[in-house]
């Protein structure tokens, strides 16, 4: 089938064109002059451009009709085989004016992976005059050796990616296709791993969209508390999202070969991308598309350790998927059929949507059971009259750290994003209220997921129990204010702002002096670091006069705990 701007054409110009299926190239050529001869004779005829997408063996796989100024590639679907891999497949069209190789070719050359891309200049007579074409060349795909190590964009501007090469005819074009383009493809399988090479962590292209730089810096820190090798990032600043791609059709062509030279699988975006969009950006680069609430719940995931985590982190997950399940992931696009199965029925993807709202449904049950077993539980310690101190914050202000240090516990403590997932909870002793209990929770986030929300009710609920909410806050962190305006905004959404804080300014040991008590004076808080546990005697007496205050005037308010 001839495709491509086909209307207009006359019954022997689809003939002619039909014939170009029959026509064999060998395969060190790349393209006979015959064939060569043949498209820009029609070309001259048509007065449009015309091409054929040929595989390896040379046989003419796809016939495309443009206009006179450019063509429409054919779908040539996903690429298959492993990441050393070409497609093997070059496309050779025509050029009614001679002119070079367009961005475009460069574009679908790159973002295709083809062997390659070539053009050929048609003469008044309709004879094949000069050919250029051009080839992902796998030297300029290398990264320097420093550059790989912190997985940061090259210092020094790459080398051209693609090797091009122009002769004045096809007789003078001096280039062995099959010896080319294998030794081509075997050194660029030597330099991305190879399909037998050992498997790799995952790695991936951490994409900016949004312009604030304190949000990107968030978003690399997310990926590698994840696990995720960071391979290379890249920054896009756009007013929105490109509505079919993500990103734009140029922005696409660096992305593939920064991900060819940095041996990326994977793209991480730092906002939430539409369903649609991400598909599409997926079958153009052959990169899984990660969104920002993707990852959060990924680290939930990899974080939850209690029967009650995991069970929110996959009611969150589920949630998320749901609108996003398309008919690739649920299996295949058909009816179901057989004995007791015929009639109009459910598709596969209706029984798969079918089958995530069952588990959703069942997961909201077991979750409210937890909350009903966690509201008693605050039930008896209401009874037994024991204050309840939790420790809120930004994720990574180091809540846990002052939770071990004021306890003398020995909870999990790492240098990443939501290291602590599941609640802990322990007693304190204060000189005058005696015996409290002192939680630490789920860090908070800007923008957390409202999936993700909604999945941790039963967790973030306990909350409102508290007496005081001590907000630790990383005081040396340059995004202080704004990530305490993000946790204060989160308080809002789950209603429990009336409840009375204590601001926490931790390691606070990398200010100095001046700046500490600066910081206390304007946010009414205590200066600690948790880690060298300086500033604890302060930090208790301080959240026990709170306390204090803060059951009295809860008691004035005529609210009872």
Same mark, same amino acid.
């Given at each position: 089938m001839? +495709? #491509?701007?086909?209307?207009?054409? %006359?019954? &022997?110009q689809r003939k002619a064109l039909e014939r170009t299926f029959r026509r064999r190239v060998a395969k060190s050529e790349v393209v006979s002059p015959e064939l060569a001869r043949h498209l820009t004779a029609l070309s001259r005829e048509l007065g449009r451009q015309v091409g054929v997408m040929l595989s390896r063996e040379g046989a003419v796989k796809s016939?495309?009709?443009? $206009?006179?100024? %450019?063509?429409? *590639?054919? @779908?040539?679907?996903?690429?298959?085989g492993g990441s050393g891999r070409f497609r093997g497949l070059r496309w050779v069209h025509t050029h009614l004016r001679g002119e070079p190789l367009s961005i475009d070719d460069l574009n679908d050359l790159a973002l295709l992976r083809l062997d390659l891309v070539a053009a050929i200049e048609v003469l008044e007579d309709g004879g094949a005059g000069s050919i250029e074409l051009a080839h992902l060349d796998p030297a300029g795909l290398m990264v320097d050796d420093a550059d790989e190590a912190d997985g940061q964009s090259p210092a020094t501007e790459p080398v051209e990616p693609f090797r091009k090469i122009r002769a004045? @005819?096809?007789h003078a074009l001096d280039f062995d296709f099959e010896l080319t383009i294998g030794a081509l493809e075997a050194e660029y399988s030597r330099l991305h791993g190879g399909s037998g090479a050992k498997k790799e962590e995952e790695r991936a292209l951490v994409i900016g969209l949004e312009p604030d730089d304190g949000h990107f810096a968030e978003m690399l820190e997310l990926v590698r508390s994840s696990g995720v090798a960071i391979a290379g990032t890249l920054r896009q600043r756009r007013r929105k999202q490109h509505p079919k791609t993500v990103v734009g059709r140029g922005k696409l062509q660096e992305l593939v070969l +920064? #991900?060819?030279?940095?041996?990326?699988?994977?793209?991480?975006? $730092?906002? @939430?991308?539409?369903? !649609?969009? !991400?598909?599409?950006? +997926? @079958?153009?680069?052959? *990169?899984?598309a990660i969104d920002r609430t993707q990852l959060i719940l990924d680290i939930f995931a990899q974080r939850a350790k209690s029967r009650d985590g995991k069970l929110q982190v996959e009611l969150a997950q589920l949630k998320y998927s749901l609108p996003r399940l398309t008919e690739k992931d649920a299996g295949l696009s058909r009816l179901t059929g057989g004995i007791g199965g015929r009639g109009p029925g459910e598709t596969v993807m209706e029984i798969g949507r079918r089958r995530i709202r069952d588990r959703i449904r069942s997961l909201e049950k077991q979750v409210e059971k937890l909350s009903k077993q966690r509201d008693l539980r605050r039930q008896r310690r209401r009874q037994a009259r024991i204050p309840?101190? &939790?420790?809120? #914050?930004?994720t990574n202000a180091g809540k846990s750290t002052l939770l071990n240090a004021m306890t003398k516990s020995k909870v999990e403590v790492q240098d990443q994003l939501f290291m602590t997932l599941d609640p802990t909870s322990r007693r304190l002793r204060f000189p005058r209220e005696g015996e409290v209990i002192i939680s630490d929770t789920v860090g908070f986030i800007a923008d957390l997921p409202p999936d993700l929300i909604a999945a941790f009710r039963a967790t973030l609920e306990e909350l409102a129990d508290a007496d005081l909410l001590l907000h630790v806050v990383d005081s040396a962190d340059p995004h202080m204010e704004v990530k305490i305006a993000a946790v204060e905004k989160l308080l809002e959404e789950l209603s429990i702002e009336e409840i009375p804080q204590l601001m926490v300014l931790n390691k606070a040991d990398r200010l100095t002096p001046g700046e500490a008590e600066a910081l206390e004076v304007r946010h009414n808080a205590v200066a600690v670091s948790a880690l060298k546990r300086q500033g604890l005697p302060k930090l208790v007496a301080v959240a026990e006069q709170r306390l204090g205050d803060g059951r009295k005037l809860l008691r004035q308010e005529g609210v009872h705990r």
């Open positions: 001839i +495709e #491509g701007n086909t209307h207009g054409l %006359q019954t &022997s016939v495309v009709v443009g $206009d006179a100024h %450019q063509l429409m *590639l054919p @779908d040539v679907g996903r690429l298959r004045r @005819d096809i +920064e #991900g060819m030279r940095r041996r990326a699988t994977v793209a991480i975006f $730092d906002v @939430d991308l539409r369903p !649609a969009p !991400a598909r599409a950006f +997926e @079958d153009a680069t052959g *990169l899984k309840v101190l &939790s420790i809120i #914050g930004y």
